[in-house]
């Protein structure tokens, strides 16, 4: 059974980097072919896209957040992290990793997701 | 780029049948057969429902099924149980973004 993690600061204040990594568990993040995601939930709102990093090691990023965004892979710990510069308030979300396992928006598995604030 | 447009909520009795409708453009579900949908119960992760359309992965109930007409995808959950009270969320593949969301619609089981 495939499980994902999130784990990071739950605090961040503004202007600073956002970053957060997906443990997984249950399978190699080079298995492939998945592309694993970065999506966020805004307090009481929809979920929104952040990125994936195919893998094979290719990234591509929410256009509106791709100035932004950094996805990595550290294939010694099945890790796989997400950076985001420059944060304000509206980067308060709730963070998500998740398996998206055919390259079709099919995200089958996720993590519990974790909280993070922008607040000075 | 907008997100997909779904009800903001619907309601059903248990045994009834309900639809979410999950409308988007050209650019997305009506060009792609690459349409999910998800169910998340308040403090919980989002679960995979349906995906490609119509598809159920395994372990699914199958009063959950999926359509797709033209730029508008649906969602139809039959045979309503307490336990399917919950907020859903669709996807669709995006030419331009890749995973284009609803902004979800929460299902109250009167």
């Known amino acids: 059974q495939v499980q994902l993690q999130e784990s990071g600061p739950g605090l961040v204040k503004p202007s600073q980097t956002l970053s957060l990594t997906c443990t997984v568990s249950g399978d190699s993040i080079t298995s492939g072919p998945f592309y694993w995601s970065w999506i966020r939930q805004h307090p009481g709102k929809g979920l929104e896209w952040i990125g994936y990093?195919?893998?094979?090691?290719?990234?591509y990023y929410n256009p509106s957040l791709r100035s932004r965004v950094t996805i990595s892979l550290d294939t010694s710990k099945n890790q796989f992290s997400l950076k985001v510069n420059s944060v304000t308030a509206a980067d308060t979300a709730v963070y998500y990793c998740?398996?998206?396992?055919?390259?079709?928006?099919?995200?089958?598995?996720w993590g519990q997701g974790t909280l993070v604030t922008v607040s000075s | 780029q907008s997100a997909l447009t779904q009800p903001a909520s619907v309601s059903g009795s248990p045994g009834q049948s309900i639809t979410i409708s999950c409308t988007g453009t050209s650019r997305d579900i009506g060009a792609y057969n690459f349409v999910s949908w998800y169910q998340q119960h308040p403090g919980k992760a989002p679960q995979l429902l349906i995906y490609?359309?119509?598809n159920r992965p395994s372990g699914v109930s199958n009063r959950f099924s999926g359509s797709k007409s033209g730029n508008t995808a649906s969602l139809t959950i039959s045979g309503l149980q307490a336990e399917d009270e919950a907020d859903y969320f669709c996807?669709?593949?995006?030419?331009?973004?890749?995973?284009?969301f609803g902004g979800g619609t929460k299902l109250t089981v009167l």
């Open positions: 998740a398996r998206d396992s055919a390259g079709s928006c099919q995200f089958d598995y």
């Open positions: 990093m195919y893998y094979s090691g290719t990234t």
């Open positions: 996807t669709s593949y995006s030419s331009t973004t890749y995973a284009l």
């Open positions: 490609e359309v119509s």
